[in-house]
């Protein structure tokens, strides 16, 4: 699933061309991806203008002149193709303006697209849940120490949930402990604040080299001019499972299935 770095990333290869652009033209070619698309979407963002881009957690913004904004989440597999050199049955939603085409492009259809007053925006329900930004001021370790008091539930699920921080995934949480040494088995409210305060650095980071690398490319998710993300040739822990800790401290990564999704960590270094 693309996670943080992989929608700005996305965003930012979007905004390059289509900022400040007209669409002028919409077609939809399903009526639906996970969820049906809305029912007025043609007719309000045919001849609007593109006004700014943004990312909310793991969604991207797309601002128009018609207070409204389109929000769009890639799911597994979705990603948007500019200026395809041909149609794909894959291609659900498409945007032209006078000197591109932009299309969403997602194979499995997890993905999906809404269409929200952008005054109204803080308040529609998914963002009206969302803990702060982890590139943001608001991600301290006063907030993630209030957030995980006597939270028995382990450092690694909470820091998945999105009320607690927005935007973070399993790459980027396994990546993110590993550079903090916190075992991700630990009991988030035995997390120390010391311990926190090395999580939060830890945690922009991994994001922040993530971005500089354009993502990470595991399956189907590539930028938005075809490029792959390649920071994933520089995991600590996933996808290393029985390789050395990168530390060189004598450690073997392990991954265990948590919550229904692998952990992969190094159990000499974190703790």
């Known amino acids: 699933m693309p ?12 905004a390059a061309s289509l900022d400040g652009a007209r669409i002028e033209r919409v077609q939809l070619n399903r009526a639906d991806m996970r969820r049906a698309f809305p029912e007025d979407l043609v007719q309000r963002l045919s001849g609007a203008r593109v006004t700014g881009l943004g990312r909310r957690a793991k969604y991207g913004l797309i601002h128009t002149d018609r207070d409204s904004t389109l929000i769009f989440h890639l799911g597994m597999s979705g990603r948007w193709r500019i200026d395809p050199s041909a149609p794909d049955k894959h291609d659900h939603l498409v945007l032209e303006t006078a000197d591109h ?50 939270r028995k539930q382990a450092i690694k699920l909470l820091l998945l949930d999105q009320g607690i ?4 995934g399993n790459i980027y949480v396994c990546e993110a402990l590993w550079h903090a040494r916190i075992d991700p ?16 650095p830890a945690i922009r980071d991994v994001l922040e080299r993530s971005l500089g690398d354009g993502g990470s490319t595991l399956r189907d998710y590539a ?12 995991f600590a822990v996933y996808g290393r499972e029985k390789k050395p800790c990168l530390r060189d401290d004598g450690g073997t ?16 270094c974190q703790r």
Not at 7 to 12: F, G, H, K, N, W
Not at 127 to 139: K, Q, R, S, Y
């Open 223 to 234: 930028q938005p001019d075809g490029q792959l993300g390649y920071f994933a040739t520089r």
């Open 253 to 268: 990564i392990r991954r265990f299935a948590q919550g229904g999704r692998s952990t992969w960590y190094c159990p000499k």
């Open 185 to 200: 088995r630990k009991a988030a409210g035995k997390v120390s604040k010391p311990a926190l305060e090395r999580l939060v």
């Open 101 to 150: 085409v932009y299309a969403l492009n997602d194979a499995r259809r997890f993905g999906f697209v809404d269409l929200v007053d952008t005054a109204l925006l803080d308040e529609w329900p998914p963002f009206a849940a969302l803990g702060p930004e982890p590139l943001g001021p608001d991600l301290t370790a006063d907030h993630l120490k209030r957030e995980l008091k006597d």
């Open 3 to 14: 996670e943080l770095p992989e929608v700005e990333t996305t965003v930012r290869g979007l």
């Open 165 to 168: 921080v927005a935007g973070l």
